[in-house]
């Protein structure tokens, strides 16, 4: 089943940012989140997680990059 596309708001980033730093995937935090894969993908970039280092993502900079 193909999920919807959505726009994320702060909570959504922040439930982000707490499973990155549990060492989610980002797969995995797609079917948590009910979204597609490239959703999060593009979330990761926004926040800084640069070189695919979840660990580094940033609600808050996410949130003052859109």
Do not use: F, W
């Amino acid at each position: 089943m193909a999920r919807k596309y959505k726009r994320l708001n702060y909570e959504d980033r922040k439930a982000i940012e707490a499973m990155c730093k549990q060492g989610k995937r980002a797969e995995e935090i797609a079917e948590a989140m009910d979204v597609h894969r490239a959703t999060i993908y593009h979330e990761l970039k926004r926040g800084g997680a640069e070189n695919g280092n979840r660990k580094h993502y940033s609600a808050d900079m996410a949130q003052r990059a859109i």
